[in-house]
T-cell receptor, first 113, second 110 residues
Framework: NAGVTQTPKFRVLKTGQSMTLLCAQD?????MYWYRQDPGMGLRLIHY???????AKGEVPDGYNVSRLKKQNFLLGLESAAPSQTSVYFC????????????FGDGTRLSIL | SQKIEQNSEALNIQEGKTATLTCNYT??????LQWYRQDPGRGPVFLLL?????KEKRKERLKVTFDTTLKQSLFHITASQPADSATYLC?????????FGTGTRLQVFP
């Protein structure tokens, strides 16, 4: 049981390049989330999804797009990377039951030069 | 706006002592608070959840309290060990989302 898997684990981009981060969960969870974590800022929600085919904006959505074509996958895209998007990105999933926690992947460390 | 505040300064304690971490929230009390542990280079891992109507929750050496008057949750680790060294995150439930604090780094030295 892998839980939540994120690929890639590390990536270095040049300003203006694009890329897609992949998140996969095997727990059949309805909800999936993308966060970024920066020093002193904590986890901030970028986008999330309440089910297959749905997406919604979080606290810091600008510069990112997402897609949830399959229930188990949640993709985060950067169309034109900027140095301000250098961060650690975490994906999480949730069953939708209030007493249950979110389950996190181990993150993607992204540097934009 | 709803916020979660944790002491950003690291907490250094000696092995065997009790570590106490603080989480303060603003505005109305959340239905529940969650505590997570995060090790360097890893994602957060869930530890405990405490509901608004619960004053205290325990799990092995961990204890969490929820004080709606003080708008505060305390997280205790008794008989702390070097292996408890990590960053601990507090989060409040907000319908289908969580709002996280910045975390407090705990260092337990022998």
């Amino acid at each position: 049981n892998a839980g939540v898997t994120q690929t890639p684990k590390f990536r270095v981009l040049k300003t203006g390049q694009s890329m897609t981060l992949l998140c996969a969960q095997d727990m059949n969870h309805e909800y999936m989330y993308w966060y970024r974590q920066d020093p002193g800022m904590g986890l901030r929600l970028i986008h999330y999804s309440v089910g297959e085919g749905t997406t919604a904006k979080g606290e810091v959505p600008d510069g990112y797009n997402v897609s949830r074509l399959k229930k188990q996958n949640f993709l985060l895209g950067l169309e034109s990377a900027a140095p301000s998007q250098t961060s650690v990105y975490f994906c999480a999933s949730w069953s939708g039951q209030g007493s249950q926690p979110q389950h996190f992947g181990d993150g993607t460390r992204l540097s934009i030069l | 706006s709803q916020k979660i505040e944790q002491n950003s300064e690291a907490l250094n304690i000696q092995e065997g002592k009790t570590a106490t971490l603080t989480c303060n929230y603003t505005n109305y009390s959340p239905a529940y608070l969650q505590w997570y542990r995060q090790d360097p280079g890893r994602g957060p891992v869930f530890l405990l959840l405490i509901r608004e109507n619960e004053k205290e929750k325990r799990k092995e050496r961990l204890k969490v309290t929820f004080d709606t008057t003080l708008k505060q949750s305390l997280f205790h680790i008794t008989a702390s060990q070097p292996a408890d060294s990590a960053t601990y995150l507090c989060a409040r439930g907000n319908t289908d989302k969580l709002i996280f604090g910045t975390g407090t780094r705990l260092q337990v030295f022998p």
